[in-house]
């Protein structure tokens, strides 16, 4: 990695100031923990000219978790969404998910609106600013073709790979957003607007957030459903801070032998967060062996075959569905 470039950091306390600086900074980035921003900064991956750090923005830094609802902050970090009680107490697959992101200095700094917009990444792009240019910049950067998919017609295929957003879709996540135009919300599925599944999809793993220029994150929410199990699970490369080659969270409800609601979400296998479709039609009648190969079949629909450095595209795929079998029968067992 080379020294950093140099950059202005400016030091806003209230929202307001945070929307005034980004105008008048239009080229500027926001910074929370900085944990993914300066690595791409020292990679040679974007030099922006202005940071904006929200470290001192008290009104982004609470949780509100009930069994009703749940509202988190964007400068919340990491590790205090992880160890709240009441978080781990309504939503474990929340805490799950936050306590199993990087290492724990990186938890300490990292936010949640860092893990919400994680940038997309590839085997490609995530590399040195020589090294890419050894290979032909990519899509996502400088150049022309995206080195994942050749023949993608223009479309970058950088994989997000935040653990949060799966969870945060599981009770049908919303993100308040602030810019020049004020404030506005969407709904966390609406936000991300990289491509589900290889159907033709508007937005791609360089254009993979509905935010406009200026706006930023205030914060996430979710609605909880009485009776639902929830858990999250991933396997990286080295669990110690890998990103994950696919995280699965999924939540459900069981009322006897029945399956009566079923959540399933994934990261790190699109250039977007999935929450699988079509899980409905698996809930009505007990958990059967025709339920997991049909969620197989949702899977093998809806998840990409997404190469990493160190296995093949269709890993990523399988080791997903397999997490999400497991963990339904987990919680299945555990609703008993």
């Not at 160890?83 to 200095?105: L, R």
């Not at 599925?189 to 937005?203: E, H, L, N, V």
């Not at 110690?240 to 990261?267: H, M, N, Q, W």
């Not at 698996?282 to 190969?293: A, C, K, R, S, V």
Request: with cysteine; net charge negative; hydrophobic share 35%.
């Amino acid at each position: 990695m080379d020294a950093l470039p140099e950059f202005q950091v400016l030091h806003p306390t209230t929202v307001d100031e945070v929307v005034a600086a980004r105008k008048e900074h239009p080229h500027s980035r926001m910074i929370g923990g900085g944990t993914d921003l300066l690595v791409n900064i020292r990679r040679g991956i974007e030099a922006p000219p202005v940071l904006i750090d929200t470290g001192d923005l008290q009104e982004l830094k609470t949780v509100e978790a009930t069994a009703d609802s749940i509202t988190v902050g964007a400068s919340v970090r990491l590790t205090e969404l992880a160890q709240h009680a009441d978080v781990q107490a309504h939503y474990p697959v929340i805490a799950e998910a936050a306590e199993s992101i990087a290492g724990p200095t990186h938890r300490n700094m990292g936010t949640v609106g860092g893990n919400i917009c994680l940038d997309t990444r590839c085997i490609f792009y995530n590399q040195s600013e020589w090294w890419r240019t050894t290979n032909d910049d990519c899509l996502k950067t400088t150049g022309s073709m995206c080195h994942v998919a050749p023949k993608s017609d223009g479309v970058c295929f950088a994989t997000f790979s935040g653990d949060l957003a799966p969870g945060f879709l599981l009770f049908d996540g919303e993100i308040d957003l602030i810019g020049p135009d004020g404030r506005r919300t969407v709904a966390l599925q609406d936000f991300y607007t990289g491509y589900a599944r290889q159907d033709g999809s508007t937005g791609d793993g360089k254009n993979y957030m509905a935010i406009q220029p200026g706006e930023m994150v205030l914060r996430v929410r979710g609605k909880n459903t009485p009776g639902l199990l929830t858990a999250y699970d991933k396997v990286r490369i080295r669990r110690s801070i890998e990103y994950p080659v696919a995280g699965c969270a999924v939540a459900l409800k069981r009322d006897g032998d029945t399956l009566s609601d079923l959540r399933v979400a994934f990261t790190g296998t699109n250039p977007r967060p999935v929450r699988l479709d079509g899980t409905e039609a698996l809930t009505g009648g007990p958990l059967t062996e025709e339920t997991f190969t049909a969620l197989d079949d949702l899977c093998k629909d809806q998840l990409m075959s997404m190469k990493t450095t160190f296995t093949p595209g269709h890993y990523r795929r399988r080791v997903a569905t397999q997490m999400a079998k497991r963990l339904v029968q987990r919680l299945f067992d555990e609703g008993a």
